[in-house]
């Protein structure tokens, strides 16, 4: 069964906007991971939050993680008509695969 | 050339029919995994192989099964494919530090008619 869930299912914005995407959890992890895939492709790793830290950034890109309320958030800054993707996260708990979440579809009007 | 390379990247096949998928990756990690994507569905786990001697099943390996035949190699095989196993279908990989990224093929595409 799928752990983490994001909110929301479809988001559509302007360039140079910002877009935000959530993602909720059930149980405790290790970490959360964020993911992005372009139509057609894998997924390609975008940042790992660790359950002891609380926020991380990475170019455009901002993570949070709230353990307390299994919740943690993606904010892409100015973003680009290329940031046109499907965002998922996935949570890492023990020694057990990744899971992964529905997506959000991301789409960003010139 | 591609960390981890899936082959064919497309198939069209007749309900019946053995299929076997490809996954090999250049990645040098001992962990691997077969996920299908549905629209809405996201990503499951089909089974997934932490080393060479290891095998395990995911959410939904019914009808399925796997071979690690190498460290580099990971296939997936429908013994009696059906229409309700077209999907498009992923490899990806991890080192053993746990639970870290995962590294994806760029998938395959399998129609069972």
């Known amino acids: 069964s799928q752990q983490g869930e994001e909110d929301p299912q479809a988001l559509s914005i302007q360039e140079g906007e910002n877009a935000t995407m959530n993602c909720s959890y059930k149980?405790?992890?290790?970490?959360l991971q964020w993911y992005r895939q372009n139509s057609g492709r894998g997924l390609v790793h975008l940042i790992l939050i660790r359950s002891n830290e609380r926020e991380k950034h990475s170019g455009r890109l901002r993570v949070t993680l709230d353990t307390s309320k299994k919740s943690s958030s993606l904010l892409i800054t100015a973003s680009r008509a290329a940031d046109t993707a499907s965002y998922f996260c996935?949570?890492?708990?023990?020694?057990?695969?990744?899971?992964f979440g529905k997506g959000t579809r991301l789409s960003v009007i010139a | 050339d591609a960390d981890v390379t899936q082959t064919p990247r497309n198939r069209i096949t007749k309900t019946g029919k053995r299929i076997m998928l490809e996954c090999s990756q250049t990645?040098?990690?001992?962990?691997m995994y077969w996920y299908r994507q549905d629209p809405g569905l996201g990503l499951r786990l089909i089974y997934y192989?932490?080393?060479?001697?290891?095998?395990n099943k995911g959410e939904i390996s019914d009808g399925y099964s796997v071979s690690r035949q190498a460290q580099a190699k990971f296939s997936l095989s429908l013994e009696s494919a059906i229409p309700n196993q077209t999907a498009l279908y992923f490899c990806?990989?991890?080192?053993?530090?746990?639970?870290?990224?995962?590294?994806f093929g760029d998938g395959t595409r399998l129609s069972i008619l």
């Open positions: 192989s932490f080393d060479v001697k290891d095998i």
């Open positions: 990806a990989t991890s080192d053993s530090i746990l639970p870290g990224p995962q590294h």
């Open positions: 990645k040098g990690h001992d962990r």
């Open positions: 149980t405790s992890i290790n970490n």
């Open positions: 996935a949570t890492g708990s023990g020694n057990t695969p990744l899971v």
